[in-house]
Each structure stands twice: as structure tokens, then as C-alpha cells.
Nanobody
Framework: VQLVESGGGLVQPGVSLRLSCAAS????????MNWYRQAPGKERELVAGISSTGALLNYADSVKGRFTISRDNAKNTVYLQMNSLTPEDTAVYYC?????????WGQGTQVTVSS
């Protein structure tokens, strides 16, 4: 199993950013996918989740209305569209998949929101 995140960067408050997570090594189209984030000095927290078909979505209260999770099963990729970013969104963002024996995580992509 391999998960590779991309799309992070340094942005100013109020702008948008789209993260991608390319998956391989498992049947992506049948897997529930999650985005997590970890800010400096804080625990890793769930940001959003999406069911295998994309019909079911779940968001942390802190990102509802600003972030959108989506997936493209043909490309084995899950996305996180982040709008109206604030400094509080600064964190390393990870995608995660739960498999029968363990969870798999990507290496993370840094998002820094600063003026």
C-alpha cells in the first residue's frame, strides 16, 4: 500500500489550495478514505472522510463549509479542496486508508497559511 500526498504549500489567508493523494497497492474503489492533519504541538485530527463511491462524506466541524473531499476512482486519487484558508489550517495533511490488519498513512504534505 502506498499513499502519496501532494499540493501543499505556503499561501496567504483567504486563498484556496487543493491537495491530492495518489493511492496504490489496494483496491482503491472499495476503500473509505480519510484526510487528517497535524498542527505543531497538537494531536493528529480527522479533517474529512469519503466513502468508496463518494456518496457519504464526513467533515470536522472546523472545516465544514470550507473544505470539500472528493475522489476519482479511475485515477485512484482522493482530493481535498480547501477554501478560505486561515492560519489555523496550518498543518501537515495526511491521507489514510484502513485495511483489515492496519491503517496506512501517506508521508504528508505541509500547508502553511501566513501573511
Amino acid at each position: 500500500v502506498q499513499l502519496v500526498e501532494s499540493g501543499g504549500g505556503l499561501v496567504q489567508p483567504g486563498v484556496s489550495l487543493r491537495l491530492s493523494c495518489a493511492a496504490s497497492g489496494f483496491t482503491f474503489s472499495s476503500a473509505y478514505m480519510n484526510w487528517y492533519r497535524q498542527a505543531p504541538g497538537k494531536e493528529r485530527e480527522l479533517v474529512a472522510g469519503i466513502s468508496s463511491t463518494g456518496a457519504l462524506l464526513n467533515y470536522a466541524d472546523s472545516v465544514k463549509g470550507r473544505f470539500t473531499i472528493s475522489r476519482d476512482n479511475a485515477k485512484n486519487t482522493v482530493y481535498l479542496q480547501m477554501n478560505s484558508l486561515t492560519p489555523e489550517d496550518t498543518a501537515v495533511y495526511y491521507c489514510k486508508v484502513r485495511r483489515p490488519l492496519t491503517d496506512y498513512w501517506g508521508q504528508g504534505t505541509q500547508v502553511t497559511v501566513s501573511s
